[in-house]
């Protein structure tokens, strides 16, 4: 019957090494995994910003050409209408002036609005840059090696009495 004893408390202690090597190894290869994941999507964040300035370029030469036409429709109509469109204080030129300051707000609101949506997109890649290096270093603190000894040192421990 000691005999039997014995052979189960070191397969004890055995099963309990493999256990915790396999526990942490486990461990160790998930925190990798999730800092791979966290730097992809790094990257497309950073890509996203890219691609905001990018379309931003594009929103924003639409918009100037759309302020051009619309300026150039309303220097006509009132021109049309009789009024003098270049003249200092006349009505004509407040209303182009009017509407040229109208397309510039619309310009600075829409070049502030891709500013904002680009530096999102920059900050939202920092948070995954940061988590990769966090799960990174997690995974740097899982050692199933040194895991399966503890615990099998650990079980021993316990086991003694029956052991010896």
């Excluded at 990798?32 to 931003?56: H, L, M, P, T, W």
């Excluded at 021109?79 to 397309?103: I, N, R, W, Y």
């Excluded at 949506?117 to 740097?140: I, V």
Aim: charged share 20%; aromatic share 4%.
């Amino acid at each position: 019957m000691a005999a039997f004893t014995t052979m189960l408390a070191v397969g004890s202690i055995g099963l309990g090494a493999a256990s915790a090597y396999k526990s942490s190894k486990a461990n160790k290869a998930q925190a990798k995994s999730q800092a791979a994941q966290a730097q992809a999507n790094a990257k497309i964040a950073r890509r996203n910003a890219a691609d905001v300035v990018e379309r931003g370029k594009d929103a924003l030469y639409d918009q100037k050409q759309a302020t051009i036409k619309s300026l150039s429709s309303v220097r006509s109509g009132v021109a049309g209408a009789g009024f003098a469109v270049d003249s200092a204080g006349s009505t004509g030129q407040e209303l182009v002036k009017a509407m040229s300051e109208a397309g510039e707000i619309d310009i600075s609101r829409l070049k502030e609005n891709i500013d904002r949506e680009e530096q999102r997109a920059l900050d939202q890649g920092m948070n995954y840059s940061m988590q990769a290096d966090q799960f990174k270093t997690q995974a740097r603190g899982y050692n199933p090696l040194l895991s399966g000894i503890t615990a099998g040192v650990g079980s021993a421990v316990r086991g003694a009495d029956i052991l010896f």
